[in-house]
C-alpha cells in the first residue's frame, strides 16, 4: 500500500531552521502534485506550500520568502526548509501527495502522519 511518512520535526527557538522531509513508499507509478499542510490547535488545516512534478511551487503568503519547497522525484520525496521559524509557525506539519498507484488510472490524495513543529522560547 501507498504510504506517506514525515520527519524532521522538533521544538525550535525563534528565528531558528528546520528541514522536514517525506517519503513516500510503495506501488507508485507516479506522483503529481505535492504539498505541505499544517494545523495549529482549534485551527483549520492549512496550505503551506506545494510543488508540481515540474517544480513549479507556490506558497502561502505568511511563509513566503521563509520557507522553501524542493522534491526529488526519484525519491519520491519531498522537503521543506524553515528558515526564521516564529512561534505562529507551531503546528502539526502533514505530507499531501496526488498518487497514481500502479495497475490504476486514477489519482488520489495521500496523507502522512503529521510530524509536530513547536517554535517557542
Known amino acids: 500500500q501507498v504510504q506517506l511518512v514525515e520527519s524532521g520535526g522538533g521544538l525550535v527557538q525563534p528565528g531558528g531552521s528546520l528541514r522536514l522531509s517525506c517519503a513516500a513508499s510503495g506501488s507508485i507509478f507516479a506522483i503529481y502534485d505535492m504539498g505541505w499542510y499544517r494545523q495549529a490547535p482549534g485551527k483549520q488545516r492549512e496550505l503551506v506550500a506545494v510543488?508540481?512534478?515540474?517544480?513549479?511551487?507556490n506558497y502561502a503568503d505568511s511563509v513566503k520568502g521563509r520557507f522553501t519547497i524542493s522534491r526529488d522525484n526519484a525519491q519520491n520525496t519531498v522537503y521543506l526548509q524553515m528558515n526564521g521559524l516564529k512561534p505562529e509557525d507551531t503546528a502539526v506539519y502533514f505530507c499531501?501527495?496526488?498518487?497514481?498507484?500502479?495497475?490504476?488510472?486514477?489519482?488520489?490524495?495521500?496523507w502522512g502522519q503529521g510530524t509536530q513543529v513547536t517554535v517557542s522560547s
Open positions: 499531501n501527495g496526488a498518487v497514481r498507484p500502479i495497475g490504476t488510472i486514477s489519482t488520489r490524495n495521500y
Open positions: 510543488i508540481a512534478r515540474t517544480g513549479s511551487t
